[in-house]
């Protein structure tokens, strides 16, 4: 999984809801291959929000101590916005491609 | 139900990912811990049932603490790239030409060049605003004026007259690198 990718999926997971570290992992592990180390996803966290595409805000939880939530910013959101663009434009070309080659 | 080993297991993994953090400033450090401790309590009370084999392998899944300092020393893939170019960068690029100073100190403060990017720039700026500020009038005309007379005509007016381009190009420097910043899917490839 290329890290630039694995970014913006984390902010699209994110951007539905505000989630924690380790509900986020339990997501990104649903998709085959998306990490594969569990851990580095928190350093990954860190520079999202020191780059201010996300902040973090603590909330209680049932029988534990406060988690650390993050949500996208609207930062993050505009940034979000342009990779859906540049990515569907990326992946139609590919699948045009592809296709083409396919066929012949 | 705790694990029989479970301190064993979670305290030597943590210290191991303590020592490959060791270079790291110590408030990132000590936030990644935090983060890292989170997480395993989280991954324990998700466990049925809780063995040394069960907990060793939710561990193991967190991965070499190698890695992930690596990945914590990494430069941010989106940083540069998913920074877009705002109000900041464009009265940097107009000051750098007519205030200099002042669009130093904005491209400087901006967060979507590199550092590579402004150190460049500031230095063809500071090069221009040097050599034509009146305070270093005398100094420059002492050590540079003789060697620009050495040349003679017709380099020497040349060279004069392309000095005042040393602003604009600066300028025209960073308004070129904010465009290579236009798509994010660059910094995948």
Known sequence: MRKGLLEFCVLSLLSSRPRYGYELVQELAKSNGMLTTEGTIYPLLSRLRRERLVDTEWRESTGGPPRKYYRVTSTGHRALASFHGEWRSLRDAVDGIVRGGGTK | ?189
């Open chain 2, 1 to 189: 139900m705790s694990a029989p080993h479970a301190s064993l297991i979670v305290d030597g993994y943590l210290a191991r990912l303590e020592v490959a953090l060791l270079g790291m400033p110590a408030v990132r450090r000590i936030e990644l811990m935090d983060d890292v401790r989170s997480h395993i309590a989280d991954a324990r009370a998700a466990l049925e049932v809780e063995t040394d084999e069960t907990l060793l392998i939710a561990i193991d899944r967190l991965g070499d603490p190698a890695e992930i300092a690596r990945e914590a020393g990494e430069p941010a893939a989106t940083a540069s790239h998913a920074a877009r170019w705002g109000w900041v960068e464009l009265a940097g690029v107009l000051l750098t030409i007519v205030l200099w100073p002042a669009g130093a100190i904005l491209v400087l403060l901006s967060r979507v060049w590199t550092r590579q990017e402004k150190i460049t720039a500031t230095a063809i700026g500071a090069m221009a605003f040097v050599i034509s500020f009146p305070l270093f009038a005398p100094l420059m005309g002492l050590v540079i004026g003789p060697l620009i007379a050495g040349l003679g005509a017709p380099l020497a007016p040349m060279l004069i007259g392309s000095l005042g381009i040393l602003p604009i190009v600066a300028a025209g420097y960073l308004a070129w690198r904010l465009r290579s910043r236009e798509t994010y899917l660059e910094a995948l490839a």
